[in-house]
């Protein structure tokens, strides 16, 4: 089988993150983009769900900086709980 090179940008920080994951596992990048391609191809859809995660939303994101900014000015204060019995 004939080999092609393909070439495309990344952020650089994911880059060096996923190096990091494939030393990890025993596998270079271009292995894990094979099998990748591979999986896509055979099973005609992208091999994982694609979806957005709603605590990233524009609206929560505002929610968020709100509350921060509550907390920073004393507005608003946290309280403790506790999370594990003992």
């Keep these: 089988m004939a080999?092609?090179?393909v070439n495309?940008?990344?952020d650089e920080d994911l880059k060096k993150n996923m190096e990091e994951?494939?030393?990890d596992l025993?596998?270079?990048m271009t292995t894990a983009f094979t099998i990748f391609a591979k999986k896509?191809?055979?099973e005609k859809r992208i091999p994982f769900d694609v979806s957005v995660d709603s605590f990233y939303s524009?609206?929560?994101m505002s929610y968020l900086k709100k509350v921060v900014g509550d907390i920073?000015?004393?507005k608003s204060v946290l309280a403790e709980h506790k999370l594990i019995e003992e």
Excluded: H, P, V
């Design 3 to 5: 080999q092609a090179m």
């Design 8 to 10: 495309f940008r990344m």
């Design 21 to 23: 994951i494939c030393k």
């Design 26 to 28: 025993g596998l270079s």
């Design 40 to 42: 896509m191809t055979r």
């Design 58 to 60: 524009e609206s929560n």
């Design 72 to 74: 920073e000015s004393g």
